[in-house]
């Protein structure tokens, strides 16, 4: 599409009664009436798309509703001209206009005619740019931060242009308006009681977001019903919020994109993540009452060993380090931490419990040369708990006797890959190379244990 924007200021001043052997005279009449401006944005005719385009854009936003209307009458050229006079009404106008012209691409922008909603969209992405760098500038000013960050997003880490605003905003729920011109912004973290539904109808404006993260907000169903659009997310994590049942509509809406859904301390009923799965196949969904017990744990399907503790967590306050391996909670066993983060979704802040878990007290690392002669001729079998492989025998005349390993020992890693049974170990020794050093951690003496907790919440 070519626009040239040419004025011809002759033409449009003219008076009817001068001599217009061209028929301009005829032209600028036609120009008077908004009818035929919006016409003539798909006429045949350069010249009077020209002038369509231009009057349309002296008009200013009270042209916006008429222009809207006008598109499916529009063909191609058409179309793309009411589009840029849109960009040049947001660009041109202050206050309320600017907003009057936004909202009426937001809602091409969602037109169910492909090639509306794509031209609409990069218009918007194109006023974003343009308005980015003041609105950053606002939303500082105001006490939220706007910074490129590395933040996880299920068991990886993932950068973003991340928004934050938390207790130090200053700034009004009219001030959020500049949340939408960060065209750029991928993720935003909202955090405090000053955060309600009307906050989140500005956020549901931020149209690339792909991480939301809301924590201790005064939000409703009616709130979250407000971000229903964001057609990008991957990751969404709503902490202590009192949404109910009605908000599994709005994350169903989500499901073509999303991956990764953290809910703790909801008002859900116990049948909603049920509901949730069923409606996103593949989510990796977290729903929990709210109790936090503060500890990192390896992947399933290996075994729950606390991989690191949170500091004032339940957990480290109950005694349980980093190297435990947790074997139980509530009188029921646990084998993986998904086995530990389902039990503990039952619980929420401030509620008690047993938790069941085996310290490694003395661990050793013995090694020995692996020659032709060595021979994986040790017996060994399952740890219960699969704390590692047991040994049950070691012939005296072995390099694994002379290395120091006795009945009863737990062999918990060869070679620096951990061993959680008898199989692994064999696997793990057949794909060692004759002439390496074989270097074992062994749990010599390990006892189990039992303490209370008492669940705090999440940070």
Known sequence: MLIGIIRNDSCLAQSPNQTDPAGKTEKADKADSLKNWLSDLSSKTFFDREQATLNLIDQGPSV???????????????????MFILRQLALKATGENIEIAREALEQLAESESRRISRRASTVL???????????????????????????????QFMTFLTVRIGEEWTGSVDDLNHLKWVGQAEAIHIEGEQVTDDWLFHIGKMRN???????????????????????????????????????????????QTLQYLKIYGSTMTEEMPDRIKAGIPGIDLDFRLGAFLGVACPRPPDPCFVSSIQPNSGALKAGILSGDLIIGMDDEEINTFDDLRKVISRYASGDKTAVDFIRPIETRLKQFLRTEEVEFNIEVEDHPNRLGAVVKSVPEDSAWHKAGLKPGDVIRELDNAEVFSAKALKGIFDNTAVGQVMRLSVITKHEKRRVEVTFGEWD
């Open 209 to 255: 977001l792909k991480s939301l993260i809301l924590k201790r907000g005064k939000v409703s169903d009616v709130g979250i019903d407000h971000l229903s659009n964001l057609q990008k997310l991957i990751n969404v994590e709503f902490f202590y919020v009192e949404i109910g049942n009605p908000s599994v509509d709005t994350i169903l809406k989500w499901k």
């Open 64 to 82: 916006i509703d008429p222009l809207v209307a006008s598109i499916p009458m529009q063909n191609y050229e058409g179309t793309s001209r009411v």
């Open 125 to 155: 992405d194109e006023l974003n740019e343009i308005r980015q760098g003041e609105a950053v500038k606002q939303i500082v000013a105001l006490g939220g931060s706007v910074n490129r960050e590395s933040i996880p997003v299920g068991q």
